[in-house]
């Protein structure tokens, strides 16, 4: 994974959790027109299945949790239109979600698949 795109990927999901931030609705418009570009969507997913590897950064479950939504809600209405090995990817990320130490993402794992 490109670390400075984990990075702005990490940003957006911090700015679309708050929405009192001067920057939510921008994050809302820029993820809006990425979640059918292959690399926002496995970069949003990294960081929710392999997160853990980011705690030091400050990244939490919460942050987590929310990449796992917005797979749900915002990209999988256009999975058919995503190549098959995209789609592969996101299966083995979810799968490995699966046996993640953190409950709360095993079960928003399980939700996705």
Do not use: C
């Not at 670390?3 to 001067?22: C, H, N």
């Not at 392999?50 to 209405?77: H, T």
């Not at 058919?80 to 490995?96: G, H, I, N, R």
Request: glycine share 4%; no cysteine.
């Amino acid at each position: 994974m490109n670390q400075e795109i984990v990075a702005q990927a990490f940003s957006l999901l911090q700015a679309l959790r708050d929405p009192t931030r001067p920057d939510h609705r921008t994050a809302l418009k820029t993820m809006e027109d990425n979640v059918t570009q292959p690399l926002f969507i496995l970069h949003i997913l990294h960081i929710f299945a392999q997160g853990y590897q980011y705690e030091a950064s400050g990244l939490g479950v919460d942050i987590r949790q929310l990449a796992g939504f917005i797979i749900k809600n915002y990209v999988f209405p256009h999975l058919q239109q995503l190549s098959e090995e995209v789609q592969t990817l996101m299966k083995t990320a979810l799968l490995q979600a699966l046996h993640d130490t953190v409950l709360d993402i095993r079960r928003t794992a399980a939700i996705l698949i």
